[in-house]
Every structure is written in C-alpha cells, then in structure tokens.
C-alpha cells in the first residue's frame, strides 16, 4: 500500500517570516493529522525555522535542492548534512527549472541523489519531457533516460525511499495540466520501467507523484488514478486555502 504524498515546492517565494507564518497557518488548517503525507519545501533561508514551527507535526519539511559534495570550497552550496541539520527530511531534485536554468543533468541529478540517500533524506526524483519532446513521440524514451541517468549505480535497497515525481515541463505553471488519461498511460509506464531497470517489489512500493498545474479542482480525479500517489504542487501550494483543498482532495 502506497501511502500518497502531497508535496509543496513554494521555489522562490515568502521571506523567512512568511514562510513561518504560513507553516502555523497549514498546520491549523490541515490539522495533527492527515490522511495524507504532506509535505512543504520553502528556500534555504527559510528552511530551519520551518522546521522548528513544523517540529512533530505531520507536515515534513524538504528542501528544492542539494549538492553532491559533503564539505569543502563550493562556495554557496548547501550539503545534504546541512540539509538535514535544519530538520529537513525531505529533498527535491531535478525539477525542470533546476535542468533547464542551471544546468541540471541526469548526471548531477545521480551524484544528489546519492548524496541525499546517504544522509537519510527522502528525495524527490523530479523527470518530464518538454513540449517538443512529446509532440515528437520522444517522451517514453526520455523518461527511461532521465530514470536510468538518475538511479545509476544505485541498488534497489538503496532506492527504495525514492520518489519519483513526473512533471511535464509544459504543464508546469501554465495551467495546462495533462488529462488523467495521458497522466495515468505515463504513471503505468514508469512503474513498468522501474520494475524493468531495477526490481517489481521497489517499482511497486515506489510513490510516484503526478505535478504541473495541480489545483484543488483537479486533484480528485488525478489521485483517483491507479499510479498516481500524490502530487508535487507549485503555485496552489503557495495559499493555505488552495493547499488545504489539495491535501483533502477536494
Ligand atoms: P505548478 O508547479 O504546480 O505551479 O505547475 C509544479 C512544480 O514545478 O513542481
């Protein structure tokens, strides 16, 4: 049984006060508990005090990203160590906009995701095509690419806290989210993959998030979906009301 995981990337959005005040607010609104994991990712900055306001509560914490290197001269970038040292349990990694600003690849993404695992941090495994690429009939083979790039060199033991989060990068913050049918045809197809490339037990215990455009009025009929075990949310994830709505489906 795979319980689902709603998950919130605020990127670059509230200043440390905000971000804290928002944390209160959520929790009052979703409650001590949830039927649901849920999950916020606030900055850097904001990371540590998030947690404390969040410390025993159902909602974890995660940051949206990760260096590969344990210390050293890298200036401004932040360990999984570090990461783990606010609180945090949780890491995303990959997203699109980390792969198409900053020149995120399957490789880097492979080096973080070690780094996070090694630390005990639950990683958020963010894959998508682009709009060229699905109108080019290249999306399955680019998925398969970004996972084998991704869990190279890893066991199935050693994967079994991913998560995995699909995110058609035309689908996120534009409001065009994909149809249930197109969301549930790739979900099957990745579990098949990931059973495939590693093993059938892990790709079945293997939460795979749906994200791009996810709102309180879509999410029902996404988490209705046989692979669909959550949802990595970006803008409605930004308003306690609109992330209350998604965390109760409704
Ligand atoms: P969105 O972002 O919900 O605003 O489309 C999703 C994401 O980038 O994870």
Not at 90 to 97: D, L, M, P, T
Not at 214 to 236: F, Q, Y
Request: glycine share 10%; with cysteine; aromatic share 8%.
């Amino acid at each position: 049984m795979r319980r689902p995981l709603i998950a919130g990337n605020w990127k670059l959005h509230k200043v440390c006060d905000e971000a804290v005040d928002f944390a209160r607010e959520l929790l009052d609104a979703v409650g001590s508990k949830t039927e649901v994991d849920v999950m916020v990712a606030p900055t850097f900055t904001s990371l540590f005090p998030v947690c404390q306001t969040l410390k025993s509560s159902p909602i974890s914490v995660g940051a949206q990203d990760i260096f590969w290197e344990s210390k050293g001269a890298w200036t401004g970038e932040i360990s999984a160590e570090m990461i783990a040292s606010t609180g945090a349990t949780h890491v995303i990694i990959g997203h699109s906009e980390r792969r198409q600003f900053f020149g995120e690849t399957d490789e880097t993404v492979n080096k973080k995701l070690k780094a996070a695992l090694s630390c005990d941090l639950t990683p958020l495994v963010c894959i998508g095509e682009t709009d060229e690429e699905r109108s080019t009939g290249k999306t399955f083979d680019v998925l398969k690419g970004q996972i084998k790039g991704a869990f190279e060199g890893l066991s199935p033991d050693e994967l079994a806290p991913v998560v995995l989060a699909y995110e058609p990068v035309w689908a996120i913050g534009t409001g065009n989210t994909a149809t249930p049918e197109m969301v549930q045809e790739v979900h099957a197809f990745l579990r098949q993959f990931v059973a495939e490339f590693t093993q059938k037990d892990l790709a079945n215990g293997m939460r795979i998030l749906y994200g791009g455009s996810v709102k309180s009025g879509n999410i029902a009929e996404l988490m209705a979906l046989e692979d669909v075990d959550g949802a990595l949310v970006g803008g409605a994830s930004l308003e306690v009301e609109s992330f209350k709505g998604i965390v109760r489906y409704n």
